[in-house]
DNA sequence: ATCCCTGCAAATCGTTTGCAAGAGC
DNA sequence: GCTCTTGCAAACGATTTGCAGGGAT
């Protein structure tokens, strides 16, 4: 879908901004560091991956406001959480990702990713009724891969 | 879908056993008594909760051993772990499993279940094609909850 | 006798928090 | 000046591991 081009960075951009100044908060150097780090990132990536990413560019951005930033843009609907059953967590840009959805092989863990075709939108009315406000959504599929699964049994 | 009957029972036990075996591991107590209290739990369950249902019925299980039986369920394809972002990990068996969702705050990490309505069918015929085995699979609805939309923008 | 299992206590690892100094409005 | 931000170090909580004793084969 969209491309990761200046436009639609910029848009994203405003609506961190636009999430922050509603929440009372500031666009600070540690935010606009980590937003950019963030949005050169593909596909998912880890905290500690950001980390790392941020030392090696010498950009000056501590673990804990790496966490916290990630914190914000999780809630501001920049990012999303991938739903691993590993220890670290996933994230992800919204922004230039097609909805998509994984598929995990409980054996070798690895996993497929797939379209989305908004067929969750039969849930939200549900979930609305319940005051729940939806940021996003993910389907995950628990299997054995093809690998996995001619290797035996 | 099937009823957690003695048969179905005993077909995962003979599953454990054959997977121990494989391995060159025995059918200690340890194994026994987990593998029962999960066998035993509904939905889904952490450790920590496998901890106490044990300490509670007075059987002799550490913390370590829960984690180390949980291990082997894991690799022998009787448990698996759900989805969510969040610090515990979240197990449930895969043998007596009701198809159904989740939706999780991303401020207080709580969630709303909700039950499948067969749409996620859409998604087979892609996943077979990669000859993807499907087990199961769970939809994840991230966003503010009721509660904490309430208490502040 | 050997190998596996287990509990204890200590270690790990990702993540969070208290606090005091610094920066922006 | 008040408020938000940040880094540091310490705290935290779930999970893992080293090790020594006990059991099973």
Do not use: W
């Not at 509603?22 to 937003?35: A, L, W």
């Not at 739903?83 to 909805?99: I, L, Q, S, T, W």
């Not at 406000?133 to 049994?153: D, P, Q, T, V």
Request: hydrophobic residues 35%; proline residues 3%.
């Amino acid at each position: 879908m969209g491309k990761s081009n200046a436009h639609t960075i910029d848009r994203e951009r405003a609506r961190f901004s636009g999430f922050l100044a509603k929440s009372g908060k500031r666009v600070s150097q540690g935010r606009e560091v980590i937003f950019n780090q963030v949005m050169r990132s593909h596909g998912h990536f880890t905290a500690e991956e950001l980390v790392k990413a941020c030392a090696q560019k010498k950009l000056d951005v501590s673990r804990p406001t790496v966490f916290r930033v990630l914190h914000d843009l999780l809630e501001a609907g920049i990012i999303r959480e991938t739903a691993f059953g590993d220890k670290h967590r996933h994230f992800e840009h919204v922004y230039d990702e097609k909805p998509h959805h994984h598929a995990q092989c409980v054996r070798c863990h690895g996993f497929i990713e797939f379209p989305d075709r908004k067929e969750d939108e039969v849930y939200h009315p549900f979930l609305e009724k319940q005051g729940f406000k939806i940021l996003g959504h993910e389907m995950h599929f628990y299997g054995i891969c093809k690998a996995c699964g001619n290797k035996e049994s």
